[in-house]
């Protein structure tokens, strides 16, 4: 018997057999300081047979308690329906052999004689004979191709309506000479409606607007040079609005010699009444369809 000594070895038997880990232990559950308060409330409020009362039985005898097979015994006082199928549901009976036999022979011979003369003479005359499509051969080897599909026949040209306008352009010129003279017939009444500024007035309004303009510039260079203040910022920003609006409409009116005045209110009026009328169009026309 030999013995092996090991001297160099890295086993290690501490953790052979490992423990579960140990689980915290849980804390104590919650009880509110009024529970006992609120139960003795809860049940203060609460009466056995408040709703319906006590039944009232009168008591039984001690020496009559309940015995075997002395409870009360329902039992059905009538008896239970038959189902049964009526008259109606009942299918003719199968009949007999001897009355059976004279039928199925005479359909029998029915089914033998068969004129097939007649039957043929019958399918031709109802059948509709097939019809032949138009080729026509390209090759000297016979490559067909359809005819009506190939435009080699005058398919068109003989119809009615060849050569002539179709009716939906006819109906789309109507409708573009209608529009056209709509827009004449607007064009001229905007034009009525247009006024021109004499040159006595161009010069006043353009008088009244430099002046105006020379007022806000006044203000506008009487503002303090610190601007440190929301409500001084905000009418610095206005201050200059107004000087832009001014400086434009003075250009305006120097370029242009010849001014014409338009009233707006009239030409909503008018663009409203027009959208009315083409919307009560659209509903005829829907109406019609």
């Given amino acids: 018997m030999s013995v092996i000594n090991i001297y160099y070895h890295n086993e290690n038997i501490y953790n052979v057999e490992k423990k579960p880990p140990e689980r915290p232990p849980k804390p104590p559950l919650y009880h509110s300081r009024f529970e006992h308060?609120?139960?003795?409330e809860t049940k203060s409020c609460k009466d056995a047979h408040r709703t319906m009362g006590y039944a009232k039985v009168?008591?039984?005898?001690p020496d009559e308690f309940l015995k075997k097979n002395c409870g009360?015994?329902?039992?059905?006082?009538?008896?239970?329906?038959?189902?049964l199928c009526g008259p109606a549901n009942h299918k003719p009976p199968i009949p007999k052999k001897d009355e059976l036999a004279p039928v199925a022979k005479a359909a029998a011979m029915n089914?033998?004689?068969?004129?097939?003369k007649v039957e043929n003479i019958r399918k031709v005359v109802n059948t509709s004979p097939k019809k032949v499509r138009s080729r026509y051969a390209d090759t000297r080897k016979g490559d067909f191709h359809d005819l009506e599909k190939s435009g080699l026949l005058p398919v068109y040209k003989c119809q009615p309506k060849y050569g002539k306008v179709p009716g939906y352009l006819e109906r789309r010129k109507k409708d573009l000479e209608a529009a056209k003279q709509r827009s004449e017939e607007q064009s001229a009444e905007e034009k009525a409606r247009c006024e021109a500024i004499s040159q006595e007035e161009r010069l006043e309004l353009l008088k009244g607007l430099k002046k105006n303009w020379e007022n806000l510039q006044r203000e506008y260079q009487s503002l303090p040079l610190l601007i440190?203040?929301?409500p001084k910022m905000i009418r610095k920003a206005k201050l200059e609005k107004g000087l832009k609006e001014l400086e434009k409409d003075i250009?305006?009116?120097?370029?242009?010699?010849?001014?014409?005045?338009?009233d707006d209110e009239q030409a909503k009026q008018e663009q409203q009444h027009q959208q009315q009328q083409q919307q009560m169009q659209k509903q005829r026309k829907e109406q019609n369809k």
């Fill in 251 to 262: 250009l305006t009116i120097e370029n242009n010699p010849y001014i014409y005045v338009f």
């Fill in 111 to 116: 089914a033998k004689c068969v004129d097939f």
């Fill in 228 to 230: 440190d203040t929301v």
């Fill in 37 to 40: 308060q609120v139960r003795r």
């Fill in 72 to 83: 009360v015994r329902y039992r059905a006082t009538k008896s239970a329906p038959v189902r």
């Fill in 58 to 61: 009168p008591p039984q005898k």
